[in-house]
C-alpha cells in the first residue's frame, strides 16, 4: 500500500490573496503532492491549507511553503481573532494511509529539524511528536501568543525543540507535529456577544471552566491543595473551544476543534452546542466547517438526524449528506461544495470513475458502441447495483409506516450493496483495459516473456475476481429483497420482484464473465475454488428468485 500523509498547516493571512497563493503556489510545485483545499478568513486573518501526497513529498511542500510564509508575512503588523504566534502557527501531519502514527512522527522531526536549522525560525513539537507531555498541547504552547513569545522563549522551559532561542519578530515561531485527524468546526450564535459565546465553549469544552465560589464569573477561584485552580470539566470530550465575534458575519461563534471523531462527531457536537445554547437563552443559527472533513463523519450526521426523525437512514450517500449539511446549517455563512470539503470526494480520480458518471442514455450509446467495454460484465454490476437499489427502496417506503427501525436497517444493508455494485462497473472494464495492456508488453527475449507472462496471469486473476464479488454481493441483496417480498409494503411487491430478477441476471451474468476469463486457467487452485464457488452461487440465485417470485405470488394471466 502506497503511503499517504496529510498536512494542514495554517498561515497568519487571510487577507493579501496574492500571499495565499504564493504559499500555495509552493505546495503546488512539489511533485506527488495533491493540494486538496485553500481556506481563508477575513476576521481571522489566517488560511487553512489542506494537501496530501507521498511523505518524502509533503515533507517538501510544507518546508517550502513554511520558508515562502516567512518571506511574505510579518508578524509585526498581524492582526486576526484566532490565537498564533507565527508566519506559519501551526503544521501538523496526519497518517492518511499505509502509514503508521510513529511513522508520521519521524517525518515531522524531519522537517521540524530542517526547518529550525535552514530557516532558522523557532520550531515547537507537539501532540504525537513531543516527548515532554507538559508542553505537547497546542493551546499550551501557543499561550502568550505572538506579544508574549519574546518573553517567554526567555524561560529555561520554553526553549524550543529546534531552532534559535532567540525571538524572530518577522516570522515568529511555528509549532510542528504528527496527530490525527482534527475538525476544525464554528457553530453559528445568535449573539454578538463573545462573553455569552465564551459561556457556552466552557460548558461542552473537556477542559471545562474555572470553579469559583458563589458567581460563577467574578467569584474566588477554588483551588486544589497544591494551589492548582480546580476545573468543572465540560460536557464533551476530545473537544476544545473558545468563544469569539466574527465581525465578517456579525455572529458570535463557538470554534471547536474535534480532536477525536469517534469520541465526538460533529452532529453531537452541534447538538450539544444546541442543548447549552438554549439553557442561555441563545439559539443557534447554522454552523461552519473550516477545512475538510471525511466522508464517514458526514454519513453519519445525515443517519443521526434521519434517526432522530424515526426515518429510515437507508437512503443514497448523496441524500445522506444533504440531511446533514440542512441539520447542522453548514450553507448558512457560504455554499457547502461537497466535492471541496469532503476529502474523499477531493481524492477521487475520474478516470475510475467513467461510466457511472454517465448519464444513463450516454452509458447505453457506450454500451452498444462497436468498442468491446464496456462490456456484460460491467452490465451485470449495473443490474446487481439496480436490484439492491429496489431492496433498498421497498425497505425505506416500508419503513415510512411501520417497525421502522429494522427497514431501515434492511435499507442500509442493501444501500451498501448497491454502492459496491457500481463500484465494480467501472472496476470490471479496467480490469478487461488490463488484460489488454498485459498482452501488449514486448515478448523478444526470456525476461520479457517472463514479466508478461506474470502480468497475463495477475489480470486474468483480477478480471475473475471482479465478477466474482459481483455475483457475492448481488447473491446478498437477494436475501434483503427476500425479507422485503415476505414483510415490505404490499404495494411494493412487484419492486422486490423486479430486483430479484435484476439481481438474479446480475449473478448468472457475471459468472458468464468468470468461466471465460477463467479458460485456459481451470487447473490454478485458486481459480478452480471460484469456479465451484461460482456454480454455487449460479445455481443458489435461481432458486431465490423462484423462492422471492412465488411469494409475491404475482403471475401474469393466461
Given at each position: 500500500m502506497i503511503s499517504i500523509i496529510e498536512c494542514v498547516p495554517n498561515f497568519s493571512e487571510g487577507i493579501d490573496l496574492q500571499i495565499i497563493q504564493s504559499i500555495t503556489n509552493e505546495i503546488e510545485s512539489v511533485d506527488g503532492v495533491r493540494l486538496l483545499n485553500v481556506d481563508p478568513g477575513k476576521a481571522t486573518n489566517r488560511t487553512v491549507v489542506t494537501f496530501v501526497g507521498s511523505p518524502s513529498g509533503v515533507v517538501e511542500a510544507a518546508f517550502r511553503a513554511i520558508s515562502k510564509a516567512g518571506e511574505l508575512i510579518d508578524m509585526r503588523r498581524h492582526r486576526g481573532e484566532h490565537p498564533r504566534m507565527g508566519a506559519t502557527d501551526v503544521c501538523p501531519l496526519i497518517p492518511v494511509s499505509g502509514i503508521t502514527m510513529e511513522e508520521t512522527v519521524r517525518w515531522a522531526l524531519k522537517l521540524a529539524e530542517r526547518v529550525g536549522n535552514e530557516l532558522s525560525i523557532p520550531v515547537y513539537l507537539y501532540e504525537a511528536a513531543q516527548n515532554d507531555k507538559d508542553r505537547s498541547n497546542l493551546s499550551v504552547i501557543r499561550a502568550g501568543e505572538y506579544e508574549g513569545f519574546a518573553e517567554k522563549m526567555k524561560k529555561r522551559e520554553w526553549k524550543p525543540d529546534f531552532g534559535p532561542s532567540v525571538f524572530d519578530e518577522k516570522r515568529g515561531a511555528t509549532v510542528i507535529g504528527a496527530r490525527d485527524f482534527l475538525v476544525a468546526y464554528n457553530i453559528n450564535l445568535n449573539t454578538t456577544s463573545v462573553r455569552r459565546a465564551n459561556s457556552v465553549a466552557f460548558d461542552v469544552r473537556e477542559a471545562g471552566r474555572i470553579k469559583r465560589e458563589g458567581d460563577p464569573v467574578n467569584g474566588k477561584i477554588v483551588r486544589d491543595e497544591n494551589g492548582e485552580p480546580v476545573m468543572i470539566p465540560g460536557?464533551?470530550?476530545?473537544?476544545?473551544?473558545?468563544?469569539?465575534?466574527?465581525?465578517?458575519?456579525?455572529?458570535?461563534?463557538?470554534?471547536?476543534?474535534?480532536?477525536?471523531?469517534?469520541?465526538?462527531?460533529?452532529?453531537?457536537?452541534?447538538?450539544?452546542?444546541?442543548?447549552?445554547?438554549?439553557?442561555?437563552?441563545?439559539?443557534?443559527?447554522?454552523?461552519?466547517?473550516?477545512?475538510?472533513?471525511?466522508?464517514?463523519?458526514?454519513?453519519?450526521?445525515?443517519?443521526?438526524?434521519?434517526?432522530?426523525?424515526?426515518?429510515?437512514?437507508?437512503?443514497?450517500?448523496?441524500?445522506?449528506?444533504?440531511?446533514?449539511?440542512?441539520?447542522?446549517?453548514?450553507?448558512?455563512?457560504?455554499?457547502?461544495?461537497?466535492?471541496?470539503?469532503?476529502?474523499?470526494?477531493?481524492?477521487?480520480?475520474?478516470?475510475?470513475?467513467?461510466?457511472?458518471?454517465?448519464?444513463?442514455?450516454?452509458?447505453?450509446?457506450?454500451?452498444?458502441?462497436?468498442?468491446?467495454?464496456?462490456?456484460?460484465?460491467?452490465?451485470?454490476?449495473?443490474?446487481?447495483?439496480?436490484?439492491?437499489?429496489?431492496?433498498?427502496?421497498?425497505?425505506?417506503?416500508?419503513?415510512?409506516?411501520?417497525?421502522?427501525?429494522?427497514?431501515?436497517?434492511?435499507?442500509?444493508?442493501?444501500?451498501?450493496?448497491?454502492?459496491?455494485?457500481?463500484?465494480?462497473?467501472?472496476?470490471?472494464?479496467?480490469?478487461?483495459?488490463?488484460?489488454?495492456?498485459?498482452?501488449?508488453?514486448?515478448?523478444?527475449?526470456?525476461?520479457?516473456?517472463?514479466?508478461?507472462?506474470?502480468?497475463?496471469?495477475?489480470?486474468?486473476?483480477?478480471?475473475?475476481?471482479?465478477?466474482?464479488?459481483?455475483?457475492?454481493?448481488?447473491?446478498?441483496?437477494?436475501?434483503?429483497?427476500?425479507?422485503?417480498?415476505?414483510?415490505?409494503?404490499?404495494?411494493?411487491?412487484?419492486?422486490?420482484?423486479?430486483?430479484?430478477?435484476?439481481?438474479?441476471?446480475?449473478?448468472?451474468?457475471?459468472?458468464?464473465?468468470?468461466?471465460?476469463?477463467?479458460?485456459?486457467?481451470?487447473?490454478?487452485?485458486?481459480?478452480?475454488?471460484?469456479?465451484?464457488?461460482?456454480?454455487?452461487?449460479?445455481?443458489?440465485?435461481?432458486?431465490?428468485?423462484?423462492?422471492?417470485?412465488?411469494?409475491?405470488?404475482?403471475?401474469?394471466?393466461?
Open positions: 460536557s464533551l470530550k476530545s473537544v476544545k473551544a473558545i468563544g469569539w465575534y466574527i465581525k465578517e458575519y456579525g455572529v458570535a461563534q463557538i470554534s471547536m476543534n474535534l480532536t477525536n471523531l469517534s469520541v465526538t462527531p460533529m452532529h453531537i457536537a452541534f447538538d450539544e452546542v444546541c442543548r447549552k445554547a438554549e439553557t442561555r437563552g441563545l439559539r443557534v443559527t447554522g454552523s461552519e466547517l473550516v477545512g475538510l472533513i471525511p466522508l464517514g463523519s458526514m454519513l453519519e450526521a445525515g443517519k443521526y438526524f434521519l434517526k432522530k426523525q424515526k426515518r429510515s437512514a437507508g437512503v443514497s450517500e448523496k441524500e445522506l449528506i444533504r440531511i446533514a449539511i440542512i441539520s447542522m446549517g453548514l450553507n448558512e455563512l457560504s455554499p457547502f461544495k461537497t466535492e471541496e470539503r469532503i476529502i474523499e470526494y477531493l481524492l477521487r480520480d475520474p478516470e475510475q470513475e467513467k461510466l457511472v458518471r454517465l448519464s444513463l442514455s450516454d452509458f447505453a450509446d457506450e454500451t452498444a458502441s462497436e468498442s468491446p467495454a464496456p462490456g456484460g460484465g460491467s452490465v451485470a454490476a449495473y443490474l446487481g447495483a439496480l436490484g439492491a437499489g429496489l431492496g433498498a427502496m421497498v425497505a425505506n417506503i416500508s419503513a415510512q409506516k411501520n417497525n421502522w427501525e429494522s427497514f431501515s436497517d434492511w435499507a442500509d444493508k442493501a444501500s451498501v450493496l448497491k454502492k459496491e455494485l457500481i463500484s465494480l462497473v467501472d472496476a470490471d472494464t479496467r480490469a478487461f483495459e488490463g488484460i489488454l495492456q498485459a498482452r501488449a508488453l514486448p515478448k523478444g527475449t526470456e525476461s520479457e516473456k517472463s514479466i508478461r507472462e506474470k502480468a497475463v496471469r495477475d489480470a486474468n486473476l483480477r478480471a475473475i475476481e471482479v465478477p466474482y464479488h459481483v455475483m457475492q454481493a448481488s447473491l446478498k441483496s437477494m436475501e434483503i429483497i427476500k425479507a422485503m417480498a415476505m414483510e415490505g409494503n404490499q404495494n411494493s411487491r412487484s419492486d422486490a420482484g423486479v430486483g430479484a430478477i435484476c439481481a438474479r441476471s446480475a449473478v448468472l451474468g457475471a459468472f458468464l464473465n468468470v468461466c471465460i476469463n477463467a479458460s485456459g486457467s481451470e487447473t490454478e487452485i485458486k481459480i478452480m475454488s471460484m469456479l465451484e464457488e461460482g456454480k454455487k452461487m449460479h445455481d443458489s440465485a435461481i432458486a431465490k428468485e423462484k423462492e422471492i417470485l412465488d411469494i409475491i405470488g404475482l403471475k401474469p394471466k393466461a
